[in-house]
């Protein structure tokens, strides 16, 4: 029964995330005819309206509601030097080990690090190191922002198709965290690396950077979904300690810290 479910599940998201009904969607969401659905989606979704830049008859479409800014001052970024902050708004889904074999595990499902990266340099710096998942939900502000202050050393771009990153989708999906599109990018800090992997939900092309610059600030918006999707943070070995006051999943909210930058760890 669970391989007719599996086998129904990866059908369906063939149908609707194939080439040309992804193209149809992305261009519908992006066309005048979807303002039409604004006020049923944001009632649907539960969106805060009260932090957004606009009022809701304001979006044109869909897929400015989607990548809606928010307010001057809505989020707090944790003033702590060493803290890394939430790149997101979402839920933080998993915490763990990235195994020396390459991998890690999130809900009891194992990913390969190297299939996510796709690059033995980048690899090799992760192995031993943490990780985290944040997930975003269609009803969460899609902007993503910096979790830590440096420079950026490298970006790149994997994948094709995206299965979505939901409960389903994580169960019934091909790996989606690193089979989907991926958008990433490896930042150099105070203490070494970090790679920002966004993983696609819908759409080949649906994460778009906002600053190309070398730099980036901690909090500063950088990139954005235009569906919810993940975020995942791998961190170097030693380096990254999670706060113990938050809870496996919980919610969080751009700017919000998610633990400290420490010192290597001394071989």
């Not at 033995?120 to 192995?127: A, E, F, R, T, V």
Request: aromatic letters at 10%; a positive charge.
């Amino acid at each position: 029964m669970e391989y007719l479910y599996q086998f129904f599940y990866r059908s369906l998201i063939e149908l609707t995330n194939g080439k040309w009904s992804s193209h149809i969607l992305k261009r519908f969401s992006s066309s005048s005819l979807s303002k039409h659905l604004i006020p049923s989606y944001a009632r649907v979704y539960n969106i805060n309206l009260v932090e957004s830049s606009r009022k809701l008859d304001e979006y044109e479409n869909l897929h400015s509601l989607f990548t809606r800014q928010l307010k001057e001052n809505a989020r707090v970024i944790a003033a702590d030097p060493s803290a890394v902050v939430s790149p997101v708004d979402g839920v933080l889904e998993d915490y763990g080990e990235i195994t020396l074999e390459k991998s890690i595990i999130v809900k009891g499902r194992t990913y390969s690090i190297e299939e996510m990266l796709e690059d033995p340099d980048s690899l090799q710096k992760y192995l031993g190191g943490s990780f985290m998942v944040l997930y975003l939900s269609p009803s969460h502000y899609h902007r993503i922002h910096a979790p830590v202050s440096g420079t950026v050393k490298k970006r790149w771009v994997l994948g094709k198709k995206s299965y979505p990153v939901n409960k389903l989708g994580m169960k019934y999906g091909r790996a989606p965290l690193s089979k989907n599109y991926r958008n990433i990018t490896e930042v150099e800090h105070e203490k070494g690396m970090v790679a920002i992997v966004k993983v696609g939900a819908m759409f080949v092309n649906s994460i778009e950077i906002t600053e190309q610059s070398d730099k980036l600030v901690k909090g500063q918006e950088f990139a954005y979904f235009s569906f919810g999707s993940t975020v995942v943070l791998l961190f170097e070995k030693g380096i990254f300690q999670k706060d113990i006051q938050k809870p496996v999943p919980s919610d969080v909210r751009v700017g919000e810290k998610l633990g400290v930058l420490t010192d290597a760890e001394q071989e």
